[in-house]
Structures are given as structure tokens and as C-alpha cells.
């Protein structure tokens, strides 16, 4: 996945936005080292290290890197693969947002966490649960489907119990796994759903001559369900998760 930074950052600041809410699962006193796992613009943490932690940040975006480093000179940024973490019994906490449910080697991701992890230490994340943005995505592979292109969507939107279970079968003692709606407005009013299908969508699977068709398609199937009040609100299901290493 390459990622364009500036469409996240000018339009898509919401993802770090509403992750501010996580860091009351975290304790950020000036003793603690935090793993910030996919960290993108690096904006969480950056608050995070404000607090006095001590924070590093990974993503496995090199322009994520750059931007994050080019912001906040005063933390550390590293680029790297979440699934393939070398850390041992490093940190108190690993703390991620937004980012899980691009990985499709879950095993591999929290057996690397487990082992960054002090003895005790937490693990406090977020990711698109079961039925995330379901609507959205329907929409998009039927209307790409009608201009001859199979979307294959590789994104992992997991139940609270599937989750549970992985939790437990890679080292950590589940704490809290709570799923939720979360409706969310999205920003530039009408162009809001094709930005977000850009940002997030395989829209380049889609010949560019078919785009326009293709976005058209999915706002007015979406239009009665999903514009409210000038704005589209994309259908967001969060997982949010506290687990501790066993
Ligand atoms: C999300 O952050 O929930 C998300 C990301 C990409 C596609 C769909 C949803």
C-alpha cells in the first residue's frame, strides 16, 4: 500500500484525531516506554512523548517516516514491518490506531508485540471491527464490478471474540475488548466519500477512465443511507482492545 501522505494529512487527520480518545488506556508517566505501532503522521505519538514517555514510532511507510520525522524532530521514528518486530521486553506499552486491520499476518504481529513487551506490559489498540465501513465497501465492489473490475478486499475487520482468541493464543490476557459504532463525518463535504475511496479504496485497480462512473455509482447508492446533514458520515465500527502479557 503506498500511502499519499498529503490526502491523509489535509483530509484524513481524523484517524489520529479521534485515536486521542485510546490514550486514556495508556499510561503515559515520564518512566514509560511506549511502541507506537503504525504510526503514521506520527501526531499520537508525538502527544504521547509530550506527556514525557519515552516513545518510538514505527510505520512501514518510508513517507510516513519522513513526514512524522520532519514534524516532530523530538521523537524517535523508525521504519519498519509490524509483523517482523525485533524488539525484546522493551516496552511497557504498545500502542497502536487505525492500523491492525491492514495486517493480515495477525500472528505474526502480536507474537512480535508479545515479545516487545516488558513482563505485564499492555498492549492498548484500535481497528475497524466486524461490519466496518461495510456500506461503503459494498458500494464500491458492486460499482466496480459493473465496470468489469473484482475488488478482492484484504482488510481484516475482526468479531470481539475472534479477537479474543488471538489475543490469547499469542501471550496476552484479554482486559477489554469492546466493539462499537462510530458513525463518522467526513471532511470536504460532498467530495468526502471519493477522497476517503481514494485514500483507502484500490482505486487504482480501476481504469481512470471508469473512476468517475464508479464513484458516481457509489454516492447515489449511498446517498440515503450516508449523507446527513451536508456531509457524508462514513459507517465506522471500531474494536477497541486492552490485553495484558500473560
Ligand atoms: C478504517 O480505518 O476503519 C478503515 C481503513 C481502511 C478501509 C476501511 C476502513
Given amino acids: 500500500m503506498h500511502w499519499n501522505t498529503t490526502l491523509y494529512k489535509e483530509k484524513h487527520s481524523f484517524v489520529p484525531e479521534y485515536g486521542?480518545?485510546?490514550?486514556?488506556?495508556?499510561?503515559?508517566?515520564?518512566?514509560?516506554?511506549?511502541?507506537?505501532?503504525?504510526?503514521?503522521t506520527g501526531m499520537l505519538a508525538h502527544l504521547m512523548a509530550a506527556h514525557?514517555?519515552?516513545?518510538v514510532g514505527l510505520d512501514a511507510s518510508e513517507d510516513m517516516?519522513?513526514?512524522?520525522?520532519?514534524?516532530?524532530?523530538?521523537?524517535?521514528?523508525?521504519?519498519?514491518?509490524?509483523?517482523?518486530?525485533?524488539?525484546?521486553?522493551?516496552?511497557d506499552t504498545v500502542f497502536s490506531n487505525a492500523?491492525?486491520?491492514?495486517?493480515?499476518h495477525q500472528g505474526d504481529l502480536l507474537d512480535?508485540?508479545?515479545r516487545a513487551l516488558k513482563p505485564g506490559g499492555r498492549l492498548v489498540c484500535e481497528l475497524g471491527a466486524k461490519g466496518n465501513t461495510q456500506n461503503i465497501r459494498d458500494a464500491f465492489s458492486q460499482a466496480a464490478s459493473h465496470v468489469g473490475v473484482e475488488i478482492q478486499s484484504h482488510f481484516f475487520f475482526p468479531t470481539v471474540d475472534q479477537y479474543e482468541d488471538l489475543l490469547m493464543e499469542n501471550g496476552f490476557v484479554p482486559e477489554r475488548?469492546?466493539?462499537?459504532?462510530r458513525p463518522?463525518?467526513?471532511?470536504?463535504?460532498?467530495?468526502?466519500l471519493r477522497n476517503w475511496m481514494i485514500q483507502f479504496l484500490p482505486v487504482s485497480d480501476i481504469p481512470e477512465h471508469q473512476r468517475e462512473r464508479v464513484f458516481q455509482e457509489v454516492e447515489n447508492q449511498l446517498r440515503p443511507r450516508l449523507w446527513k446533514e451536508g456531509r457524508w458520515m462514513a459507517d465506522?465500527?471500531?474494536?477497541?482492545?486492552?490485553?495484558r502479557k500473560a
Avoid at 475488548?177 to 459504532?181: E, K, Q, S, Y
Avoid at 463525518?185 to 468526502?192: D, I, V
Avoid at 465506522?236 to 490485553?243: E, G
Fill in 65 to 91: 517516516i519522513a513526514l512524522a520525522k520532519e514534524s516532530y524532530p523530538d521523537v524517535t521514528f523508525v521504519a519498519g514491518d509490524a509483523t517482523r518486530l525485533t524488539f525484546r521486553e522493551e516496552f
Fill in 112 to 114: 512480535g508485540i508479545c
Fill in 177 to 181: 475488548v469492546v466493539a462499537f459504532d
Fill in 20 to 40: 486521542k480518545e485510546l490514550l486514556q488506556y495508556v499510561n503515559l508517566d515520564p518512566d514509560q516506554s511506549i511502541l507506537d505501532v503504525g504510526c503514521g
Fill in 236 to 243: 465506522y465500527r471500531r474494536l477497541r482492545v486492552v490485553a
Fill in 184 to 192: 463518522t463525518p467526513l471532511a470536504e463535504r460532498e467530495m468526502g
Fill in 99 to 104: 492500523v491492525f486491520h491492514w495486517i493480515q
Fill in 52 to 55: 514525557g514517555a519515552k516513545v
